[in-house]
């Protein structure tokens, strides 16, 4: 069973996320305040945090530098806007997902499932991925441009790994997003552009004389090596 600490200051939205959560089969933890929470975060062994960005008591991000201190626990940040979620994705904070409020707590339930399978699912390709000079290893999550490594996020690595995996496709958002979160949410397509060019940075920033991704007008994105 997965312990699941909920750190969420709106008390009924607390006990809907717990009531779900119990439901389809997880052990719920709540906490009510930032300082709550990470109390619970020293004492149990948790599986994932829920975690509300806006807290009484302290900013959810500094919660989560803290634990990412410490260990690589997923976390799931909960947010009031779209726009709040797309400024945590350009920070990169390591969160794994972000779910913006409000929320149906069923979606919850899909996301905290996807999250968990995505992490403990062992790496179906155990060949490693090459396009151009950028090169990648899906079992030891490794991946490197031009010999020097290339620092992605969760979200990132898989990203890339779809599109190079399949070099002549191109992958429409939403096929991109389900493969990184395994659900679908409304709106959250915009995600893709920003992981695509926080990507695409660190890419040029390694080997910037190549383009790696296209974006495919009216589609999405594909795999590409071009020089410029
Ligand atoms: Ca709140």
New binding site residues.
Partial sequence: MHKILIV???ENLNKILQDYLLHYGFEPVSAYTGSEGLHIWRQENLDMILL?????DMDGLDLLREVRKKDQLPVIMIS?RIDEVERLIGLELGADDYIPKPFSPREVVARVKAVLRRLNRPATRTDRLYLGQLQIDPRGHTASVAGKTLDLTPSEFHLLGQLISEPDRAFTRVELLESTQGSRFEGYERTIDIHIKNIRQKLRALDPDTVYIRTVFGVGYRAGFAKK
């Fill in positions: 969420e200051d709106e509300d960005l806006n807290l009484p009031a």
